[in-house]
């Protein structure tokens, strides 16, 4: 593709020969023939050296003798060449004949069922959705159009799924809430786990991420939402349109989330909290109570931003603090070790 037509489908425009033909896609490694992107002059400083033949960059940062698209948002431009020069290969329509798909299960024609999958009794499999292979697919699972589910994927029974929607190899659907009570014996005895799971459109599950089945109702995962790997959604959680969910994330039973809202790695929500519209909550925080929109928190339990900077601040002058303090009580004649008796 050459790089005029390139820019034109982006909505961008050429600076140098437009007529170059794009051959790939690349980072600093890349040869003459490949495209890559700087998002900066800091960037584009350390691929003087490169080979790379063209660049997307934004505007006013020098890019040497290259031709160049110029966008305001590189990175993402770059996402879009990607997918206009190196296409994810699409398996044929289809179902595998080592696939176990039950007799009254509904399969678009134009879905590609691989080896070794399973399709339960009722379920439903959209237009050009397609199931690499070993996907496991429950009784009554619905999903509908436009769909991936990578090999390991696995969607139990009564699950409902929108359009567009990304599972990564591992992710788990649909599992039982981890729910208790203690018996009359004093040991745990399982509540059944008797809802579902209804994911909205343009969804993206991580790898090995698991989102747990109601107890009663429904666990619901709305629109646009993106979960990394290894994220815990548990049962009868709620999740608004938009929100990001960070690798190792956590959230707890009940609870529920705005829309907007970003959790950052290993950060954690608990149980029954309501979090507002845009929230932020940074790595590793917890957030333990309600929480207005458009907060931004940090740590456990999670404090407003300037606070837990403030409470930073002083827990690295800690030390400072103390020793001043007891020269205080030295000067004063008081005993450090009064107190703790």
């Known amino acids: 593709m050459q790089l005029g037509e390139l820019a034109l489908r982006l909505g961008r425009e050429v600076e140098g ?6 051959r790939g896609v690349a980072g600093p490694e890349g040869g003459p023939g490949d495209l890559g992107f700087v998002r900066s002059r800091a960037h584009a400083a350390a691929l003087r ?3 790379l033949g063209a660049l997307i960059a934004p505007p006013g940062v020098a890019v040497g003798a290259r031709p160049v698209i110029r966008s305001p948002a590189p990175s993402l431009d770059f996402a879009r060449a990607c997918a206009l020069i190196a296409p994810q290969p699409r ?3 289809g179902i595998h004949p080592r696939a176990a798909v039950a007799e009254d299960a509904r399969i678009h024609r134009s879905a590609h069922i691989g080896a070794l999958c399973a ?4 379920a439903i499999i959209g237009p050009r959705s397609i199931l690499h292979a070993h996907v496991c697919i429950g009784e009554g699972v619905q999903i509908g159009a436009d769909c991936v589910l990578h090999s390991g994927a696995v969607v139990r029974e ?3 799924i929108g359009d567009r929607v990304i599972l990564q190899p591992g992710a788990l659907i649909g599992g039982d809430g981890f729910g208790f009570e203690l018996n009359e014996q004093g040991r745990f005895e399982k509540i059944p786990q008797l809802g579902r799971v209804e994911i909205g459109d343009d969804v993206e599950i991580g790898a090995g991420a698991t989102v747990d089945r109601a107890r ?3 666990t619901r995962i709305g629109r646009g939402v993106k979960v990394d790997n290894l994220v815990m959604v548990a049962h009868n959680v709620e999740i608004g349109a938009d929100s990001l969910l960070v690798a190792q994330s956590g959230v707890a039973g009940g609870a529920r989330l705005g829309d907007r809202v970003l959790l950052m790695a290993q950060s954690g929500v608990g ?3 309501q979090i507002g519209d845009g929230t932020f909550i940074g790595a590793r925080g917890g957030v333990i109570e309600d929480t207005p929109p458009k907060s931004r928190l940090w740590g456990f339990p999670a404090l407003p931003e300037r606070a837990w900077h403030r409470t930073q601040s002083l827990l690295a002058r800690l030390s400072d603090f103390t020793r001043r303090l007891r020269r205080v009580e030295r000067a004063i004649g008081v005993d450090g070790n009064e107190g703790s008796k």
């Open 119 to 122: 399709v339960g009794s009722g």
């Open 216 to 218: 009663l109702g429904a």
């Open 49 to 51: 050296h490169s080979a």
């Open 158 to 160: 009564g699950v409902q």
């Open 91 to 93: 398996p044929a329509p």
């Open 17 to 22: 020969d437009a007529g170059f033909e794009v």
């Open 271 to 273: 149980g029954h909290i």
